[in-house]
DNA sequence: CTGAAAGCGCTTACAG
DNA sequence: CTGAAAGCGCTTACAG
């Protein structure tokens, strides 16, 4: 196994003091342009990797940004983190993935080992209610920022979608169906983005003057089973046309397959709206009526906020840092197709 | 800002030397069970995280596993990943993902970066044809297994479809239709993927006595418009009906899409298969025929083969690393559905 | 502008 | 069984 070359190596070929070399390297100012070039063409010319990891070390910082979401494959997350991933590298970041599937211990230890590769900062998906990895983060005093979920509205720094008017705006659409049933498919109760889902829904209804009832809402629906088994058991009890919103086009997915199944015709029978607007859907008929959710860019902008919180702490002493919270709400867009 | 605990820290707060706190955490046999135990409790009430980087400088190596894919919200990549992740985490590695997007040069680039962050190994798609990771690999003496992909069949480690027998088995099954046509649209032809299930294609219609024809073939296809696109074209000049293959599921959506517009149906007009099993498609109309690849155990398989690696290597000397490449070719699934 | 020296937090070979 | 000391490869405050 051959030896790697280190910095030694380079001042020792070249004659040279470590200093040198390293300021050279790190263009540092305090440094002649001569001395400089030939430092660099060498360091180029044998293929010089600086050992990061012996710089972290000495730095105590690391370009190491943790990501805690509770599945990378699960569309709407993979597209999130292909957009933080390419903000982050842009920026010399790299990004250590992690999968809670909304396990709180598991998330916890998660933020444990981040903590131990020393990580610059994180970025979080909390799992549904846990307040817990927030406060770790906040101890460790570790930056971090929320991704599609918050725990405290006010207090946290964050990315979300505009859940509440998401689920307005399908809410409002579907009235105009005139069923006097709209029943919606909901998420785990215990997440900020569900509840406020839930409460665009509410106001959309009572902007229409329907009646809300709350046996019309299904909540910890989490995927296409969840979305065909609570069609099914609604289709059992309730007689189309009726409308149904769903949490996510996963679950609007299934459900349409309970519909189809009973052979009843979108949207003439049911009317449904999923949200997300996973790109594959697109193609597929009938094509989905959703929400568009930019995933991508909602990937960039929490990596562009942490990195913005990371250069910021390196330009405060300590006595100034501002804790300026950032809450970024992304605009959903309503995308009219086939299924309403 | 709060200091972090260190080892140093716990042996003045005990009144011990630090080698013997290291020795107590690092559960060495050389120390007695009494002061271990006191160590150990001391320790876990004062919630001490040992740094890991300070660790990896010290040994010079770290836990850590690059993993460079094409994209990693292709949902085929998204469940390897996930599939690599999971497996890692159990045994305590970390995966720093970067995403390629068949770019030879960002490919490069990134083996660079890997090799600056010290990592222990590397889980490796590589870009259409691209020799030169693989070489920069071998030279910074990472193990690394190859995914989905190699670049030479005997000497690569990697975990791969059997692309051959997929391509095989789907062409054996459109060729009973008995139309004379069978159009393949492939994926980029520097793959090594691409080029078996072109064996296999060719393999099947040799058997059933089909002539095979170049302008049949349609490479470079990477997405659904690509299908949707390439499908089209197919229609101007080809009346149905006609059987297509597809190198992913992702082409046959767009391919299914051009059938679908021109007014012809599935698989009356034009039998097709796609190939991945992308999870969220078999809920969906038509329920598209295809070769169900084991994704998850895809990337289960490569970081365990990885794990093999690394841990042969710990315990092997210099003199005796034996350079035994392996190859785990998984078994594809026909599953039949409704296009074909 | 250049360089000698300290030190980041661990592990490990070694002495007692 | 315990601990003193060296050292992993860098950066940085400081002296010249």
Redesign the interface.
Known sequence: ??RVTRLKDLAEGLGVSITTVSKALNDHPDISAKRKKEILDYAKEVNY??????R??RQQR?K?IGIVIS???N?FY??V??GI??TL?VHGY??????SHEDVDKEIQFI??L????VAGVILTPASGNKKSRELLKNY?IPYVLVNRYIERDEDTYVVLDDEQAAYMTARHLCSYGNDKIFFLNFLPGVSSAQNRLAGYKRALKECGFSYESNMVVSGCTN?TDG?ESMKRILEKNKPPFCVMCYSD?IA??A??AI?ERGFHLPHDVALCGNDD????S????RLTTIGAPKLRMGIASAELLIELLESRQEET?EEIKKEEKHIVMKPELIIRETS
Chains 1, 2 share one sequence.
Do not use: W
Not at 278 to 281: A, E, F, H
Not at 283 to 286: A, L, Q, S, T
């Open positions: 196994m051959k990797i600086p050992n990061q990891v012996a972290s070390f690391t190491m599945d990378n494959s569309p993979a597209r983190i292909r991933e390419e590298s790299h990004c250590v993935v992690m999968n444990g080992e903590r131990g590769l020393n005093d296409q065909y996963y997915i299934g349409i397959c189809q996973i790109g594959i859907l193609f597929v008929k009938p300590e």
